[in-house]
């Protein structure tokens, strides 16, 4: 068995295993290798690994010191395959980051201000997206006792808010990469009016009127068959062409670009009621990513987001999210001439200590059952 | 945060993290609080904890060397609640037993005898039953490299031979508690030929045969919607009355007695095709303890296994059970004049460290939501 320096860390709703960089270079294994073994993939339970069988739990925050002058922590994201024995770097997770700057503080990497915040700023190089993050650090020390909820989590927890800086175009070059606020997109079961924005994840949103649902329509409880995904999947693929993310609907990735239905807001307070869908099926709250879509989506004139919610506050603000877990708060404010956009989210410790790596992959394909050396066993004995 | 050492292992098909009794002492708190606190409970995903949202992923083990001279490590199972603030001590776990004897040796409470071959005297003390553990120690080291496949889990593990010695009885006080092999029982449904058997764990057997199918069946096949699953658990909880283990059906504990569907056996070299039942649905492979009783009532004649599986090898002899997860193979030997039953399951070391406890749990229960928080903070910035 090989030990390798690991902490598990809440991040917002999901859980991650949180490694510094040189400790995951293991000689002979690729990362993807180490990662895949560790986590027990690929298996759909993931019984023999750290890993926990769902999206949410299957997650690897990878972090260094930066040599950026203006970055303090490098932080890699990936999400390690279950079933398949794949692990894919191409996008960010919103809750993950929110482990980076306790983690970067933890490690003696960032100094806790005694004036009773600290800033850390986390580059993500997955998306090239920095994301500056804000900790209490009353009189120097970092203050991770619970006092924050957030929808999806029981209890309380200790907050970190993260911006998200300049998040605009990252994936495409510009917030609107059609050149329109709203588009009549044209999909297999028919033509349906879509905003395409692309700002912390490129998403394609829906109002609940294009489906055919009256304007006031809660979208937690439109139904979510397999006809209806199929649907607003198609969509999503088409959304993925018109936006130049993929040459045909058929190469469209599954996780990009996501798709949002709007509609109207039952939670007191809640300005936008939104079901996401995360990997053909309905998101249990919203990824952070896909908040900062609708937040500046909301911002722009036209789209079926600002159409909806009306003129906001300048010369920034945030939105309250109607999500299916419960209410869920961006910000949006101005830093200079570029947007930070981003939202509070709660961040744990679970556990910390090493992970364990089987010495040889060679011994991991399997070559004969049990039986055989219980019978052996059994005449031995 | 209060950091608790903790060791995750998998022992067979289950994920168990592994305590040393004395570390769950925390002033002020019970240990259900402080098992609830570490696993995250009560949350269905246990988002905030170290469970991992499944029963086979939500136990621990907690263990200590032993006062008795007889015995090297008492064993305390814990079946921490998911949903429910509840843990549930009043089972075993056979698959988590696993760990036990290389955990004692790992931490030095055993030493490895260079002979060959370590053993370990574990006792369950849930079920007070012995477990004698045999894990190969060649030239006094613990050879925990991958080399023995089990079904249900990918790849290669590290093997440990586990018997129940004397299991018969130790919930009823008797292999049979009703005094017969074969018994003719009334359930809601109607009346079904079952065998009633208590080793290992209560196990109420009932062959396809007495479900309407015709003898060469594979129990894995047939028919487990809702109305088949409550015509058996309606079989199960007669069975719990006759055993003695509860007063009413209404009362049988949901886990006790566990129920058997055996058939025809469709891998190779299978002596019994076997379908479990676990708290109400199927299980996917079968449970150890399950297991043991199956092998002592395959011995038993005139019991609905024996009738099936014939005349066993003498004076001792396991059987090869066909699950859904693929072959098991049970072994039954004599030590003096006790019964041994067991089997040879698999384990590993997935992690080791401490697990953090949130220090007050006085700020669990949510008090306010997020989006007042950002408020204030987004006013006071």
Redesign the interface.
Known sequence: ?I?IP?T?M?GG???CWVFRRDDLDVPGRTVDEVLLGLY?S??A?Q????G???S??SKAVILSPSDRPDIDVDYTFAQVGIDEAVVDWGSNCGNCSAVVAAFAVYSGWVEPDPSGETTVRVLNTNTDQVIVQHLPTPGGRLL???????P??????A?V?MGFVDPAGRSTGTLLPTGRATDELAAPAGTYAVSMVDAGAPVVVVDVTALGYPADQDPHSIDLGAQTLATLDGIRRAGAVAMGLAPSPEAAARAVPKLAVVGAPTAE?GQLGIQMLSMGTPHPAVPITGSVALTLAARTPGTVVSDRVGALPEPA??L?LDTPA????T?A?RDGDVDVVG??R?Y?????????L???PA?????????D???T??RD?
């Open positions: 068995m030990a690991a598990w809440r709703t999901s859980k027990g690929p298996d339970r019984v023999d690994g750290v926990g069988g769902t949410t739990t991770d006792t619970p006092s924050v909820a957030i999806g989590v029981p209890g309380l927890g907050p808010r307070g603000g945030g309250r419960g209410l869920v708060e910000f404010e939202a509070v709660t744990r410790r679970l556990a910390e200590g090493v992970a364990y089987s010495a040889d011994d991991t394909p399997p070559s004969h059952h049990v039986t050396d219980v019978d066993e059994a004995a």
